[in-house]
């Protein structure tokens, strides 16, 4: 799907020809023949010759989002595949950088459930309190793209924070039109309101709704990465699903204390 509304030189071009039809409407039916009326049919043909100008720049999206959307999905599905066949069963676990002095933020994903308790740092963690894979999140390389290009500084503020989700969402990534972040307790929910890359989602939970669970795609592992780095804590995901009827998704995180 096109999304034309989101661009600005199509909505001007619209409102230009829309306009000049009123004008060089307005002038035929007063038929007046004066000076005026000269004036506002120039006007007109002014307005419709801007808009075409504007229609003209508003080319569509370089990327077909179903196309685009679909990229992680197959990658997610093997992994999730692959650790089912390990026994791995846990959820996606956020360990932010600094945490058990770690240089980078990682993800670990358990055998069970994790409690927070310190972790080695080999990519495959085994031991008598917990087990399970460790690695970089998703976000990873997009994570570092915002810091080097956008000098994304991630605040401590849990309010600052959801105020963050929403402009990396809306306005630097524009993958949602409207996103809002709500805090119960413990549980953090995001919600993306006309979310571009839902036809991925799909996909995933289409095979099996613990794929966004296990290996969260690029944009619940960037939110989930934001939140624990900013709070200092480990921030594990616990749902993600589409909605059936619109391209909304939600995503719960939880926030785990040793």
């Known amino acids: 799907m096109k ?26 039916l007063t038929n007046r023949g004066d000076f005026t009326s000269a004036a ?44 089912a066949d390990l026994g791995i069963q846990g ?15 990682m993800q670990f994903l358990p055998v069970a459930d994790y409690h927070g308790i310190p972790l080695s740092r080999e990519s495959f963690v085994t031991g008598p309190d917990t087990a399970g894979i460790q690695m970089e999140p998703s976000c990873a390389p997009l994570l570092r793209l915002l810091r080097e290009r956008e000098h994304l500084v991630i605040p401590s503020d849990l309010d600052a924070l959801k105020e963050l989700i929403r402009e990396l969402g809306e306005e630097v990534l524009e993958v949602a039109d409207r996103v809002r972040s709500t805090q119960d307790g413990e549980s953090i929910t995001v919600r993306m309101e006309g979310y571009r890359l839902v036809g991925g989602c799909r996909a ?6 613990r794929c966004c669970t296990a290996n969260p795609c690029p944009v619940c592992s960037l939110f989930a990465t934001v939140f624990a780095e900013g709070t200092g804590n480990v921030i594990q995901l616990e749902r993600c699903a589409p909605d059936p009827g619109q391209p909304a998704v939600t995503a719960v995180f939880s ?4």
């Open 3 to 28: 999304y034309f509304p989101k661009n600005p030189n199509y909505q001007a071009s619209l409102v230009l020809i829309i306009m000049a039809g009123v004008l060089i409407t307005t002038a035929l």
């Open 204 to 209: 995933m939970t289409l095979e099996s709704p």
């Open 255 to 258: 926030v785990l204390h040793e």
């Open 40 to 83: 506002v049919v120039v006007s007109g043909l002014v307005c419709l010759l801007t808009g075409i100008f504007f229609a003209a720049l508003s080319g569509s999206d370089p990327l077909d989002l179903r196309y685009l959307s679909l990229f992680p999905v197959q990658g997610s599905i093997n992994f999730t595949r692959a650790c």
């Open 91 to 105: 959820n996606a676990c956020i360990i932010p950088a600094g945490r058990d002095e770690r240089p980078v933020t």
